[in-house]
């Protein structure tokens, strides 16, 4: 890969509940299985931990320089109290390293409010979206289909302008990111019927369907919480409160499910050759659902990606997220955004008006 080409990714060393270890066990196991070269990392944190660590993984060393960072931006640590002496932290300098562009995107398991605060403050908003929204794709139908679903909690409150600019996102996000052409999208509510709901998503509904014809995507109404794991819809819109209760359900249920099955397949010798003789769909079925496997989260809708992995990842998950991060860093989606809120900057105009 010419250095041109080089996807050149910031890493929030410091961040998460496992620390560096597990970091650097995620670069490992990415290069691991995708070649060194593919990807080239800046590595922030304690530069004599790091270097102590490194020891261990001598392929992420060549493919990582360490940029020292004297700080570290705790889980507990209160939003206001962090953004006037953020500086010399490993999640600040991250993400001010995508900023000056000398990475593409940074990534972190630290503190979601503060992640989300600072890349804000140092990226800016893109060109005709109102508020960023955290956003990945959940588990949905069947085989390996995923749908799109956003807020995931940068956003409690949002009006209407707010939630079309998330349908923008949303759709350039599941079109580029999700290879899904022209994907149904739908806004999450207690039930399909026009009438249900809040005056927001009845109006935003509203304007929706009088403009479906002219929409890049297929808007097919309001979606309920049961529709978004059988495949019916592949973008979900919501407001952040809504989705971040979404995404804790959806991932308790995956651990439920897997606790239920291991805990009944341990109960009879009948039952456990029976698993042998499923292994494969278990394998499967755990790829399906096991929230390492959709790891990442960015924060989309700035100037410059900031991913967010769970909080408690280990190698695996943090692997995983680095392979989504890859894939964001090495697409148009920033500038197909832009392209589409300008094309579709007369009906967002008209929202307000028609109130």
């Known amino acids: 890969m010419s250095d041109e080409n080089k996807k050149i990714i910031a890493i929030d060393a410091m961040g998460g509940d496992k620390g560096p270890n597990a970091v650097l066990?995620?670069?490992?196991?990415y290069l691991y299985q995708n070649g060194e070269g593919s990807v080239?990392?800046?590595?922030?944190?304690?530069?004599?931990?790091?270097?102590k660590l490194l020891a261990k993984y001598p392929r992420v060393a060549r493919n990582c320089e360490?940029?020292?960072?004297?700080?570290?931006?705790?889980?507990?640590?209160?939003?206001?109290?962090?953004?006037?002496?953020?500086?010399?932290?490993?999640m600040y300098m991250a993400i001010k390293d995508v900023r000056e562009g000398k990475s593409m995107a940074i990534i972190s398991a630290g503190n979601t409010g503060i992640l989300m605060s600072l890349?804000?403050?140092?990226?800016?908003?893109?060109?005709?979206?109102?508020?960023?929204?955290i956003t990945t794709m959940l588990p949905s139908g069947a085989g390996d289909s995923r749908v799109v679903v956003l807020d995931l909690g940068a956003n409690v409150q949002c009006d209407?302008?707010?939630?079309?600019?998330?349908?923008?996102?949303?759709?350039?996000?599941?079109?580029?990111?999700?290879k899904m052409p022209r994907p149904k999208l739908g806004?999450?509510?207690?039930?399909?019927?026009?009438?249900?709901?809040?005056?927001?998503?009845?109006?935003?509904?509203?304007?929706?369907?009088?403009?479906?014809?002219?929409?890049?995507?297929?808007?097919?109404?309001f979606v309920e919480g049961n529709d978004i794991g059988t495949g019916r819809v592949q973008?979900?819109?919501?407001?952040?409160?809504?989705?971040?209760?979404?995404?804790k359900t959806v991932e308790g249920t995956a651990k439920l499910i897997k606790r239920v099955v291991v805990e009944n397949f341990?109960?009879?010798v009948l039952a456990m050759i029976g698993a042998f003789f499923l292994i494969h769909v278990f394998k499967r079925l755990k790829h399906k659902i096991d929230p390492r496997s959709y790891a990442g989260a960015t924060f989309l809708g700035l100037r410059g990606f900031s991913v967010k992995t769970h909080g408690n990842s280990d190698a695996l998950a943090f692997a995983n997220s680095i392979a989504y991060t890859a894939n964001l860093a090495g697409a148009n989606l920033n500038g197909m955004i832009e392209e589409r809120a300008r094309a579709l900057s007369e009906i967002r105009a008209g929202i307000k008006a028609d109130e």
């Open 235 to 247: 973008v979900v819109v919501t407001d952040g409160f809504t989705g971040n209760i979404v995404l």
């Open 266 to 268: 341990k109960k009879s």
């Open 40 to 51: 080239f990392f800046r590595l922030f944190g304690d530069e004599k931990k790091l270097r």
């Open 25 to 29: 066990g995620g670069m490992n196991q």
């Open 119 to 133: 890349s804000k403050l140092a990226l800016k908003t893109l060109d005709g979206i109102s508020r960023p929204a």
């Open 66 to 90: 360490i940029v020292h960072a004297p700080n570290v931006i705790k889980p507990t640590d209160k939003v206001m109290d962090v953004l006037r002496h953020a500086q010399d932290t490993s």
């Open 160 to 178: 209407e302008t707010i939630l079309f600019d998330f349908a923008v996102l949303g759709s350039v996000y599941a079109e580029v990111v999700g």
């Open 187 to 221: 806004v999450l509510n207690i039930g399909s019927e026009e009438t249900k709901g809040n005056e927001t998503l009845v109006h935003l509904n509203k304007i929706l369907t009088e403009n479906k014809d002219k929409l890049p995507y297929e808007y097919i109404g």
